[in-house]
């Protein structure tokens, strides 16, 4: 490898380390990136036309804006540059957007926000954010270690961190808005019994909330399901409750 493609693939490399930024892999992640604002720093592609080719044909909102923001490299040098080769030949590093929480919870408009205790899986905490995204959500905030803007957290949410206000914290944060528990000893899930503006709690498949999140909610509530199935996927989950929401302001 010359010294320019070293260089590239050291900081591609750094940037999956760096709290300022974070890695895009894949036209389906770029392309949500792009349209939710995201700040490039690098970016880099196989085949810049095939990409303009994608655009028109599944973002006409972005055609003619990808092929000159990328720069073109070989199939090699790009799979040096992430672990998992993009089918869509296409990889960037992007800035974080910087996330106001307190603002974002402040916000008087009736949509939850999600929180996720102790994630353990970056893949489904992509799959939450995916969901919450699509929903409307307010924000998405995860405790714990894993962080939501990893790089294979990004993969997973096909790029919607920027969509919506993404967060890691030690604690929740205080705030106005009521909080729900979701959990397997609540009341059953309804749509009239989901406030508005609340902030739906979930835990880990195994080990479910915390007692700290327990102390501070304002009720429980719980997903029906059939007798004998114990949990579901995390991401399963946060769908269920969000639609449910959206279900009761429609």
């Known amino acids: 490898m010359g010294r320019p493609e070293h260089e590239r693939a050291v900081r591609f490399r750094t940037a999956r380390r760096d709290p300022d930024l974070t890695v895009v892999e894949g036209f389906h992640a770029l392309k949500h990136a792009l349209r939710f604002g995201a700040e490039l720093v690098e970016a880099v592609a196989v085949d810049p036309p095939a990409l303009e080719e994608m655009a028109a044909d599944l973002a006409p909102d972005l055609a003619g804006e990808i092929a000159g923001r990328v720069e073109t490299v070989d199939k090699a040098t790009l799979a040096d540059l992430v672990p998992l080769l993009p089918h869509t030949g296409v990889a960037a590093i992007a800035r974080r957007p910087r996330v106001d929480l307190e603002a974002a919870l402040a916000d008087p408009a009736p949509t939850p926000a999600v929180l996720l205790e102790q994630p353990r899986n970056m893949g489904n905490i992509g799959a939450c954010i995916r969901v919450a995204a699509a929903a409307g ?114």
Do not use: K
């Open 137 to 250: 959500a307010a924000a998405l905030i995860a405790s714990g270690e894993n962080d939501p803007w990893h790089p294979d957290a990004v993969r997973g949410a096909a790029g919607l961190q920027f969509a919506l206000p993404v967060a890691r914290v030690e604690r929740l944060p205080e705030s106005d808005r009521p909080l729900l528990a979701i959990d397997p000893d609540g009341e059953e899930l309804a749509p009239g019994r989901l406030p508005e503006r609340a902030i739906l709690a979930f835990g880990t498949e195994r080990h479910g909330l915390s007692g700290d999140v327990f102390g501070r909610a304002d009720a429980r509530v719980s997903i029906p399901m059939r007798e004998g199935v114990s949990s579901l996927n995390l991401a399963t989950s946060v769908a269920i409750v969000l639609f449910a929401m959206r279900i009761r302001s429609n």
